[in-house]
């Protein structure tokens, strides 16, 4: 196998004369500003190198990919008591419906659909103002990252807050059924910017690095989660990260994997590597297009996946 720095530059190169393919989400109008012709590739791993391709020291919104930090912070505050609030199945639905919800008796399918993560936004926020929060989450990824400079952006949240009527329905759904306890406005607030955070490729790799290292950071030693807990998130992510879309993910790349609307993809090499790419454009069911192609060809040149160990 060639050096990974080869592979991920050679992947970058493959995908440069179609960059622009898919479409920029639009239903959050500041998203719809960002230019769809940029592809970032950042693959670390659990030995300490970090490699990178094309855009990938450009910081992004991550959107949904914040689900999968927030669930980790919720797991620590209420344990396996989480589950009482939200499934742990595929939806097979879109990452918005609110269709199962009522079938269901308000309990999401799982956490990584906006019902879900609403859910368990939810959580966190017990006992704390909503801006304490959100503190609370930018140290939490901050520290993931090993890296101070992640931040918020306020622009994007603010965004949504104004056009985010779906979240804004199916939380009060939610409340409906007696599975959100704080005000429906301090819930989405926090999860508006927890959506709102922005990385680049290079901090998101280095901030999932726990996920691919049985629950610690292998370059700060820090320790997040249990290894069974590691294990549990990704299977969580490869059953549930990619909405109607997981299926196909989990065929055509194996591995774990958690996608966001501004066209992240934070992926998981479990014992080798955190991966993260980026590119705006999306495919029908609201996933990176060629982050996905990206992370195929990846997981094909690597011949990493969790079928074949
Ligand atoms: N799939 C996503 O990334 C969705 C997140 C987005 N903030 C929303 O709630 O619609």
Redesign the pocket.
Known sequence: MPDLQTIVEDIHQALLPRLGEGAVAD??PQLAKVDPKQLGIAVATTGGELHMAGDAATPFSI??ISKVFMLTLALGKVGEGIWKRVGREPSGSP??SIVQLERENGIPRNPFI?AGAIAVTDTVLAGHQPREAIGELLRFVRYLADDDTVSIDDAVARS?TQT?F??FALANFMRSFGNIDHPVEHVLGV??HQ?ALSMTCAQLARAGLYLAARGANPLTGHTVVSAKRARRINALMLMCGH?DGSGEFAYRVGLPGK????GGILCVAPGVASIAVWSPGLNKV?NSLLGSEALEMLAARTGWSVFDM
């Open positions: 239903y959050i959107q949904s990452f918005n906006n949504e985010g779906r979240n999860y508006f959506c909405y996608s966001g609307v501004g609201g």
